[in-house]
């Protein structure tokens, strides 16, 4: 894990003085010591991506989510502004307010959108009014799911709760039995015929949209290690989906994929790493703890290839773009290689602040948000 980034373990409001000692003494080693990132290698252009638009949302200190419907983006600010943008133009479309700080943001349907707030309400709009507050039992760092009229909730405690777009009534809750640490960090949360797709732990389950059950529950991590940190194997948000598979790393654990029409395991391979991987129909890609990068076949797991020119740079989650895999990194820049073979393509700037999240792709239009604030928008070919 790296200093300044929004990794961190979480203990359930049960876990005893031991774990959060424990997470004290992670975080202290995760902030000292930090190799310096590799220094920004030459390159000869060969992609023509150029900038579209950018705004300013206020300042970002949690990994934000962009939902993105159509031709809208609703983005979100720490302190709890929201605003739905035209992708095109950048254009604002309607703002509100929360009235609170987020800890996770923004899920929108292009019709409701919720966010959730410090004091863990969730919080639902239409247009940009207010609809309704409603409080769940613990902290939220996963972006809110809304799909068919519902708004679906993922906290660190691994308790998911629908809730009635229109009202905020609570439809249900699925509970899986805590462990001692769980993972402040956005999980897997997303909708697939007629279900919704959540990561618990190391395993991926696909839950009836309308009651709750379980309809499949596979592992795609195993913890393993002596201790609640080393056995930490949490699915990381958001999984990339092409067709009915998807594929997702599990926490300094493994990467792999699902499919998601049978619920079953396609493959697995033990890699590090804490930020969410990026796949098209040939590959999957992500980086390690070192930011060391890798793609493995999407259809069997094996090695396609390695690059270790971005070491320590503070890399982002990974977006497949075409024949390019795009990260952020934590100076600002935009790194575009190669899916075929690792090799840099391209590097944009933008504001010289960390990118934080994943970078959203959205038509033609790549959309990045930095913890400056910083809103993006590039024209890609």
Same mark, same amino acid.
Request: glycine share 12%; net charge positive.
């Given at each position: 894990m790296r200093a300044g980034g929004s990794t961190r373990a979480h203990p359930p409001r049960a876990a005893g003085a031991f774990v959060i000692a424990l997470t004290a003494l992670l975080l202290a080693a995760c902030a000292s010591d930090r190799p310096?990132?590799?220094?920004l290698q030459a390159y000869t252009a060969s992609l023509a991506v150029r900038p579209l638009w950018s705004t300013q949302l206020g300042g970002v200190d949690f990994p934000l989510a962009l939902a993105v419907h159509k031709e809208q983006v609703v983005a979100?600010?720490? =302190?709890?502004s929201i605003v739905a943008l035209d992708? %095109?133009?950048?254009?604002? $479309?309607? &703002?509100? %307010?929360a009235d609170a700080a987020l800890t996770a943001g923004v899920g929108s349907d292009g019709r409701f959108t919720a966010v959730v707030t410090r004091n863990n309400e969730v919080a639902a709009f239409e247009a940009g009014r207010l609809l309704w507050k409603q409080r769940v039992p613990a902290t939220v760092v996963t972006p809110p799911l809304v799909a068919g009229e519902r708004v679906f909730v993922l906290a660190? *405690? &691994?308790? #998911?709760?629908?809730? *009635?777009?229109l009202d905020g009534r609570r439809l249900w809750r699925h509970q899986r039995p805590g462990d001692a $640490?769980? $993972? @402040? %960090?956005?999980?897997?949360?997303m909708a697939a015929h007629n279900q919704i797709i959540v990561g618990q732990g190391g395993r991926m389950l696909a839950l *009836?949209? $309308?009651r709750g059950s379980v309809n499949w529950d596979v592992a795609v991590g195993t913890p393993r290690g002596t201790n609640e940190v080393e056995r930490l194997a949490d699915l990381v948000g958001p999984a990339s989906r092409q067709g009915e598979r @998807?594929? #997702? &790393?599990a926490f300094q654990n493994a990467v792999g994929c699902v499919d998601l029409s049978r619920g079953a395991l396609l493959w697995a391979r033990h890699a590090g790493g =804490?930020? @969410?991987v990026g796949a098209d129909a040939e590959r999957v890609f992500g980086g390690d703890a070192s930011d060391r990068l890798t793609a493995w076949s999407a259809t069997g797991g094996e090695l396609a290839w390695s690059n270790e020119t971005l070491l320590h740079r503070g890399l982002s989650g990974a977006l497949a773009l075409g024949s390019s895999v795009v990260f952020g990194d934590s100076e600002g820049y935009l790194h575009f290689l190669a899916a075929a073979d690792g090799s840099l393509q391209l590097r944009l700037a933008t504001d010289g602040k960390a990118i934080v999240g994943t970078p959203t792709r959205v038509g033609d239009v790549l959309l990045v948000t930095t913890r400056g604030g910083g809103l993006f928008a590039f024209r890609t070919p």
């Amino acid at each position: 894990m790296r200093a300044g980034g929004s990794t961190r373990a979480h203990p359930p409001r049960a876990a005893g003085a031991f774990v959060i000692a424990l997470t004290a003494l992670l975080l202290a080693a995760c902030a000292s010591d930090r190799p310096k990132p590799a220094p920004l290698q030459a390159y000869t252009a060969s992609l023509a991506v150029r900038p579209l638009w950018s705004t300013q949302l206020g300042g970002v200190d949690f990994p934000l989510a962009l939902a993105v419907h159509k031709e809208q983006v609703v983005a979100a600010s720490s =302190a709890g502004s929201i605003v739905a943008l035209d992708v %095109q133009t950048g254009f604002p $479309l309607w &703002r509100a %307010q929360a009235d609170a700080a987020l800890t996770a943001g923004v899920g929108s349907d292009g019709r409701f959108t919720a966010v959730v707030t410090r004091n863990n309400e969730v919080a639902a709009f239409e247009a940009g009014r207010l609809l309704w507050k409603q409080r769940v039992p613990a902290t939220v760092v996963t972006p809110p799911l809304v799909a068919g009229e519902r708004v679906f909730v993922l906290a660190v *405690d &691994r308790s #998911v709760h629908a809730f *009635d777009a229109l009202d905020g009534r609570r439809l249900w809750r699925h509970q899986r039995p805590g462990d001692a $640490l769980t $993972l @402040a %960090q956005p999980g897997v949360l997303m909708a697939a015929h007629n279900q919704i797709i959540v990561g618990q732990g190391g395993r991926m389950l696909a839950l *009836d949209a $309308l009651r709750g059950s379980v309809n499949w529950d596979v592992a795609v991590g195993t913890p393993r290690g002596t201790n609640e940190v080393e056995r930490l194997a949490d699915l990381v948000g958001p999984a990339s989906r092409q067709g009915e598979r @998807a594929c #997702v &790393r599990a926490f300094q654990n493994a990467v792999g994929c699902v499919d998601l029409s049978r619920g079953a395991l396609l493959w697995a391979r033990h890699a590090g790493g =804490a930020k @969410a991987v990026g796949a098209d129909a040939e590959r999957v890609f992500g980086g390690d703890a070192s930011d060391r990068l890798t793609a493995w076949s999407a259809t069997g797991g094996e090695l396609a290839w390695s690059n270790e020119t971005l070491l320590h740079r503070g890399l982002s989650g990974a977006l497949a773009l075409g024949s390019s895999v795009v990260f952020g990194d934590s100076e600002g820049y935009l790194h575009f290689l190669a899916a075929a073979d690792g090799s840099l393509q391209l590097r944009l700037a933008t504001d010289g602040k960390a990118i934080v999240g994943t970078p959203t792709r959205v038509g033609d239009v790549l959309l990045v948000t930095t913890r400056g604030g910083g809103l993006f928008a590039f024209r890609t070919p």
